[in-house]
């Protein structure tokens, strides 16, 4: 009876799961700009691998193997947020725009200094063609 449960909420939440996966999926391929883009892979990428990797916990018979994907799933919720921030922040202050509909965008401008590399501009006739 408790195994049937058990496996019950395990595909309940392998279904949901992959609904928020596929969401995720359509999101990327769907939403107009970077920002919103990458909004949708962290936030519902992030809960429907949680869910599908909770489902695992649920059904695993192995101890180790429950405590890596309760792990994986804390790994996620830390990190998939934190990342998606920086690289919209870094996107933001490169200058990526964003859509045309966004109604409000409160980022105050970035001052972004031009370091001097070491690496030689086009016109410099530094970047010669490379044989083929």
Known sequence: MIADIGTIV???LIIAGSIFAAIAALGIIRLPDLYTRMHAASKAGSVGSGMML???AIMSDALPETLRAIAAV???L???P???H???KAAYAVGYSMWEGSVLDEMPPLDVDEKDT???APEDGAMAERPT
């Open 74 to 76: 804390f790994f996620f």
């Open 118 to 120: 070491a690496t030689p």
């Open 54 to 56: 909770i489902a695992l």
């Open 86 to 88: 920086l690289l919209a």
């Open 10 to 12: 395990a595909g309940l």
């Open 78 to 80: 830390l990190t998939a």
């Open 82 to 84: 934190i990342s998606a």
